[in-house]
């Protein structure tokens, strides 16, 4: 009787286990059915011509009722309500295509989307990184190519903010918005104190030194957020000396590396900033950091402007921004711009051409203004004279129109692999705010690690 | 009656069988059958989720032999292991402790028993976001207490040096599991006969001689018991160090133990410390060994120890 209990008790775990198997085989079955659709789908789109386009478009207004949802890693909810403020916006005008915003938490989005892009039960419209990080995902094959005839407007993106969510010369991702990172300042303390918005990188040490002098925190730090130290601080500081777009080209392409001066420099400029930091700068994490200028305990902060509104509505002092100042006065000031997402469009999505409606809307000075409108902060990508209230965001939009962006040097190429430029950063810049590493041992600490797997520098 | 009573255990057995079969299929069928895909997905590499191309032990040589590979390995299995010791002296000695304390009798003592177990009520998340704050320089009450206390030249930065970070996690998990260790004991020490406490104290032993000589041998059934928990739940744990420090395990993968490791290698983007599910699964596998090599190590240990 006991043997016999046994047999049953392995009969029944094998058909367990053949249950699972035969449950990955309609999968296998599913994907090829969503592989012929597609191949529908695509002779279809061939047959598309200009003046059914043009009719598409007229008749844009008038479609079939359909909702179609979209992600983000944005899940506060100031930013849910901005964007289902913005969608109102867009109903005023397409009132049939229903937009869902489902955003998931910051820590988990690219683990979340990746994994449901390959399950096929991601959202029609997901929201993607530059360069590296989204390189992954438009390479998986998981989204669809968005050309200039399914979206007009994707004309109107000049290639350097289409690059970054583009791979062999197809784009996937619809430039949604911009960040600069610079350096934010209490406009009321420095009317206190009688300081300027400094020109060089001495006038700004001489601004930090007068700060310290009158009892406040000078510019506080978050290093315990290790995403800031190599994202925020090291390029905020250092885009300056390598000359931004240029230097990032040559250290890229290998013709520079990070023991070249200009980054060492970066290095160097970051030291020198290290004794007008918060005492608890190394263990304080950005948010942290961020209390202190919020409560008008430290006089500047080095950050993004995603900070515009969300914030500083806590702060009772005036805000102003400007840009960490060059060396001399004279020289060409450079800025860090972050292309901050864009939006890609699911390839098995069943609702692609509201999607792409979405999308095109989205992409007008229109949409933009709209956007500021409603309450978002962020650098409009399309140039245009805007209409806004938010006094720092058209102070932030001017100092970014006088400056020659860039972005961030480590971001493209040298984050394809474990060890990235990023991490080997954030060791550098711990080890250096510790006392640990020379500027010189911390830009050699990059060179060797990317060393390890990274062409050129082999 | 034998034949009575053989019909009677039959009877029995079927019951128990039939009664278990849901547990047993749920249980094959969540926990068996990925463990088994886990450790074959180790012999594979490529993108995604399903990794498609076969490479044999590759991964397991890579990740004891290739840079970073071993590296991050090698931290996290050291910093697992410590991370486990502190933990499990720490509740040991304090939760055997409180035990002794909360199983004598005075006014309020079911109240205290009582609150012991609160903090494990308390989601993970939530007290590692508690401790961030208490051991925060800026407005933490640990920092404002050494302070008090005049021993200001003890403040550090706690979760951002990497020579205290891990071990102010193993404070908050400690304190977070600390309800599950007393009352283990607890049971324990309550299920000490009277009688021979009784005895025990007619003989003349008291307080410390009685704890010594009659409760601490009694316990260490229950130690090996709180020691295999606490390496089973150290060495697969995750969420307090994502609470505090985030998947990077900082400051510089100074709190990366295993559980960390394993999700950031299997899910995270390349420029983020990713290394696909193929080396991810390998990681998994990899702790699996270790924890069953752990819990055999330990059944052994204290068998010898009680044995003596």
Request: aromatic residues 14%; glycine residues 8%.
């Amino acid at each position: 009787m006991k043997k016999s209990l046994l047999w049953l008790t392995i009969t029944i775990m094998c058909v367990a286990l053949i249950s699972t198997f035969a449950l990955a085989g309609c999968k296998t079955e599913a994907e090829e059915i969503a592989e012929e659709v597609e191949e529908e789908a695509e002779e279809v789109e061939e047959e598309t011509t200009e003046e059914v386009e043009e009719e598409a478009e007229e008749e844009a207004v008038e479609m079939e009722p359909v909702t179609i949802t979209m992600t983000t890693w944005h899940a506060e909810e100031n930013f849910v309500n901005l964007w289902n403020a913005l969608i109102s916006v867009f109903n005023e005008t397409y009132p049939d295509i229903t937009v869902e915003y489902d955003p998931a938490s910051f820590e988990v989005y690219d683990d979340v989307t990746f994994s449901n892009l390959e399950l096929g039960t991601a959202h029609d419209i997901v929201y993607l990184r530059p360069f590296d990080l989204g390189r992954q995902v438009y390479e998986a094959g998981f989204l669809h190519e968005l050309t200039v005839d399914e979206m007009p407007n994707l004309a109107n993106f000049p290639e350097a903010n289409t690059g970054p969510f583009s791979s062999n010369g197809v784009i996937y991702g619809s430039p949604d918005r911009g960040y600069s990172q610079g350096v934010y300042y209490n406009k009321d303390m420095f009317n206190e104190y009688d300081l300027e918005v400094p020109e060089t990188w001495d006038e700004f040490i001489d601004v930090l030194d007068a700060l310290k002098n009158n009892g406040k925190i000078p510019s506080s730090l978050g290093g315990g957020t290790g995403a800031y130290l190599d994202q925020i601080y090291y390029n905020t500081v250092g885009v300056n000396l390598w000359k931004g777009e240029e230097g990032k080209a040559k250290v890229i392409s290998g013709e520079m590396r990070f023991t070249d001066d200009p980054f060492v420099k970066a290095f160097e400029a970051f030291e020198e900033l290290m004794p007008y930091f918060n005492e608890d700068f190394v263990g304080a994490d950005a948010f942290a950091a961020f209390d202190y200028f919020e409560f008008g305990e430290a006089g500047t902060i080095i950050d993004g402007t995603w900070n515009n509104g969300r914030r500083l509505e806590n702060s009772d002092f005036e805000v102003g921004y400007f840009t960490v100042p060059p060396q001399n006065a004279g020289d060409e000031i450079y800025n860090v711009f972050i292309n901050g997402g864009a939006l890609g469009i699911n390839k098995n999505s069943e609702n692609i051409e509201a999607a792409l409606v979405f999308l095109n809307w989205l992409a007008t000075i229109e949409a933009y203004q709209a956007r500021m409108d409603v309450g978002f902060a962020d650098i409009p990508i399309l140039a245009a004279d805007y209409d806004t209230e938010n006094d720092l965001l058209a102070e932030v939009v001017t100092v970014v129109g006088e400056s020659t962006i860039s972005a961030c040097v480590h971001r493209d190429r040298l984050g394809a692999q474990d060890p990235s430029a990023a991490t080997l950063m954030r060791e550098a810049l711990l080890n250096l705010l510790s006392g640990d590493f020379t500027a010189e041992e911390a830009a050699k600490h990059i060179d060797d690690g990317l060393a390890k797997w990274y062409e050129p520098y082999q | 009656m034998n034949i009575i009573n053989n019909i009677k255990k039959r009877k029995i057995r079927y019951f128990l069988f039939w009664f278990s079969l849901p547990a047993i299929i749920l249980y094959a069928g969540f926990m068996v059958i990925p463990i088994i895909s886990s450790f074959g997905y180790s012999f594979f590499t490529g993108a995604g989720l399903t990794p498609d191309k076969f490479v044999g032990f590759e991964n397991y040589i890579k990740i004891f032999t290739e840079f970073p590979y071993k590296d991050r390995f090698i931290n996290a299995l050291g910093n697992n292991f410590l991370y486990y010791l502190v933990i499990t002296v720490l509740q040991t000695i304090g939760g055997l402790t409180v035990a002794i304390l909360v199983t004598r009798k005075f006014k309020g003592v079911k109240f205290f028993r009582r609150i012991t177990y609160l903090p494990t009520t308390i989601a993970i998340l939530v007290t590692g976001y508690l401790f961030k704050m208490l051991f925060s320089q800026r407005i933490g009450v640990i920092d404002k207490f050494l302070e008090m206390l005049h021993l200001g030249s003890f403040i550090r930065p706690w979760f951002g040096d990497p020579d205290t970070a891990l071990y102010s996690i193993a404070i908050a998990a400690t304190w977070q599991w600390m309800g599950i260790v007393i009352l283990l004991f607890a049971t324990g020490i309550d299920s000490i006969s009277e009688d021979v406490l009784e005895a025990a104290s007619i003989d003349g032993a008291s307080g410390w001689s009685l704890t010594r000589h009659i409760i601490l041998p009694l316990m260490v059934p229950v130690m090996r018991i709180v020691f295999m928990l606490s390496f089973i739940g150290n060495f697969t744990g995750f969420d307090m160090v994502f609470a505090v420090e985030g998947i990077d395990a900082g400051p510089n993968f100074s709190t990366d133990i295993l559980g960390t490791l394993f999700y950031r290698s299997s899910f995270s983007a390349p420029s983020l410390g990713g290394w696909g599910i193929g080396m991810g699964s390998t990681v998994a596998s990899l702790s699996f060994l270790i924890i069953g090599i752990g819990l055999v190590m330990i059944i052994f240990i204290f068998k010898r120890f009680e044995k003596e």
